[in-house]
């Protein structure tokens, strides 16, 4: 089983910036891609960025292309989420999840282990 484990979630004012962790509790060779997600309240989670443990080749959601960046460290089990130039529409709970999968991978269907969330709140 494998845990995940976010932090770094926060009230940012709009422009600003925050990095977001994403802690594997132990990484095995069918964990092949790390995806971030969000939800807002009364929306649908949607699919930010993924990045594929051996390859690192990133995939982003065009909302976020050009101000966030999704990288991991492979000895460290972690994944980050830089976030910079935040708007309001930013705001979310943002999940960390797990997949077997590399393709496909803004399919949320295709990830099977998901963190608790970190909220982000952007003030206008």
């Known amino acids: 089983q494998v845990q995940l484990v976010e932090s770094g979630g926060g009230l940012v004012q709009a422009g600003g910036s925050l990095r977001l962790s994403c802690v594997a509790s132990?990484?095995?060779?069918?964990?092949?891609?790390m995806g971030w997600f969000r939800q807002a309240p009364g929306k649908l989670r949607e699919f930010v960025a993924a990045?594929?443990?051996?390859?690192?080749?990133?995939y982003y959601a065009d909302s976020v292309k050009g101000r966030f960046t999704i990288s991991r460290d492979n000895a460290k089990n972690t994944v980050w989420l830089q976030m910079n130039s935040l708007k309001p529409e930013d705001a979310a709970v943002y999940y960390c999840?797990?997949?077997?999968?590399?393709?496909?991978?803004?399919?949320?269907?295709?990830?099977?282990?998901w963190g608790q969330g970190t909220l982000v709140n952007v003030s206008s």
């Open positions: 999840a797990s997949s077997p999968y590399v393709i496909s991978l803004p399919n949320d269907a295709r990830y099977d282990h």
């Open positions: 132990r990484r095995t060779f069918a964990r092949s891609t």
């Open positions: 990045i594929i443990w051996s390859s690192g080749r990133t």
